[in-house]
């Protein structure tokens, strides 16, 4: 298992890497910070009070964030010649409160979790989550703490108990949304695209991540996940977290038992019942089924050996053009989704004609993809689905075999949309 140490039986869990981060998920590692870590000795006196109480911060993520035990997300380190440094592997083993309390007391790198937001059986979240991302010079520290208070602001109005995280220590802010009891995850979801919806008159260069990233899970069924508040898994940071009040970011955040103190006491009820509905209703109008039109083809999950099939057929016409440029590569890997486990299959068979071609890369891309959310560029009303591999096919000359029926409308799962009023 190299030098990956899960600390559990070495014949139990099954790894299975993902590529980026929970939404996922979590920070990407190699851009630069727009502003320095905490120093040092700052750093260093910060970790004895989250060791101190690692045991009630384990507790405290079962009850209040966490829905699922039967899978997690730990960080692995690769090997330094590496572009990044980390990688995110998928434990297919029950997550417990020692794996917990290691995360929380910080004192190995490889003891690092993120979990899911998203319960596999009712699809249920505690938890709605926004990331505000600095990963590069283009990102703006002031712009995004600005835009983090009215994000916690607005969701504080709503009723529910409220944190900012200082997630990385150079700019970047996760706000935790924590409800008082689950919710459906696409209330979840739409809550989440609620408390971000202006971000463009705020300033930010693009829209920030909210948890869950998609109504509904698919796929395997994981969705994305988030890391939990601690020591960072890169950078010499503590998470730090909001007094709610202070607007200069430099004195505005409780560090060390203060951080701790804050995150335990939001395991109290809140003092008044969040608002209902959470997302204004002026705000949100749900669409009940995307709008087919004659040429919409639809894969029936009944019938999806015939559509791989069909999908072979057509991957054959798509040649060198499309398996050695990186975009036109991903776009037909999220195409090639919607078949599932004969879809990844059938991704491997196309990518390995490739002098690029990296399994293990192939792996952790198909975990990212969503068939709720993934679209093409600047078209989020075009979502990349099987019906785009067979167009882009078809322009190099396949043609769908005659006698086949197009695939039932059945397969279509149930999606929502927001409409924002400016």
């Given at each position: 298992m190299s030098s990956y140490q899960l600390r559990v039986p070495a014949d139990k869990p099954v790894l299975t890497p993902i590529a980026g981060g929970p939404s996922e998920s979590t920070e990407s590692v190699d851009g630069l910070p727009d502003r320095p870590p905490s120093p040092a000795t700052e750093f260093a006196s910060e970790g004895p009070a989250w060791r101190?109480?690692?045991?009630?911060?384990?507790?405290?993520?079962?009850?209040?964030?966490?829905?699922?035990?039967d899978a997690f997300v730990a960080y692995r380190s690769l090997p330094a010649e590496r572009a990044r440094a980390i990688q995110l592997m998928t434990i297919h083993a029950p997550l417990n409160s020692e794996q917990l309390v290691r995360h929380f007391a910080g004192t190995e790198g490889e003891d690092r979790i993120a979990v899911h937001v998203v319960g596999p059986i009712a699809e249920t979240c505690k938890v709605t989550i926004v990331d505000i991302d600095a990963h590069g010079?283009?990102?703006?520290?002031?712009?995004?703490?600005?835009?983090?208070?009215?994000?916690?602001?607005?969701?504080?109005?709503?009723?529910?108990?409220?944190?900012?995280?200082?997630?990385?220590?150079?700019?970047?802010?996760?706000?935790?949304?924590?409800?008082?009891?689950?919710?459906?995850?696409?209330?979840?979801?739409?809550?989440?695209?609620?408390?971000?919806?202006?971000?463009?008159?705020?300033?930010?260069?693009?829209?920030?991540?909210?948890l869950p990233k998609s109504p509904a899970l698919s796929g395997k069924r994981y969705g994305q996940a988030i890391r939990l508040p601690g020591r960072h898994h890169v950078r010499p940071h503590w998470t730090a977290v909001w007094d709610g009040e202070t607007a200069d970011p430099i004195v505005g955040f409780r560090r060390g038992a203060a951080a701790v103190a804050a995150i335990l006491g939001t395991r109290s009820r809140p003092d008044r019942a969040p608002t209902s509905p959470l997302v204004p209703l002026e705000f949100v109008?749900?669409?009940?089924?995307?709008?087919?039109?004659?040429?919409?083809?639809?894969?029936?999950?009944?019938?999806?050996?015939?559509?791989?099939?069909?999908?072979?057929?057509?991957?054959?016409?798509?040649?060198?053009?499309?398996?050695?440029?990186?975009?036109?590569?991903?776009r037909v890997g999220m195409a090639l989704r919607q078949l599932d486990d004969q879809g990844l299959a059938l991704w491997h068979e196309w990518s390995a004609q490739s002098r690029r071609y990296r399994p293990e890369d192939l792996d952790s891309k198909w975990m990212t993809f969503d068939t709720a959310t993934d679209a093409l560029p600047g078209r989020p009303d075009r979502l990349i689905r099987l019906p785009s591999l067979f167009a882009w096919a078809a322009q190099h000359g396949w043609k769908r075999p005659t006698g086949r029926r197009p695939p039932s409308r059945r397969g279509l799962r149930r999606c929502w949309s927001i409409e924002v009023k400016l």
């Open positions: 101190a109480q690692a045991a009630d911060l384990a507790a405290w993520a079962l009850e209040k964030v966490i829905v699922r035990t010079p283009d990102d703006d520290p002031r712009t995004n703490w600005a835009f983090a208070r009215v994000v916690a602001r607005r969701a504080s109005h709503r009723g529910v108990p409220t944190l900012v995280l200082d997630s990385n220590g150079a700019g970047g802010y996760h706000i935790w949304v924590l409800h008082p009891s689950p919710i459906a995850c696409a209330d979840s979801y739409r809550f989440g695209k609620w408390l971000v919806h202006d971000w463009a008159e705020h300033g930010l260069r693009k829209e920030p991540e909210s109008r749900p669409v009940g089924r995307q709008v087919l039109t004659e040429r919409t083809w639809i894969v029936d999950p009944t019938d999806l050996a015939r559509d791989a099939v069909l999908a072979r057929g057509a991957l054959r016409h798509l040649g060198e053009a499309y398996y050695e440029d990186y975009d036109k590569w991903l």
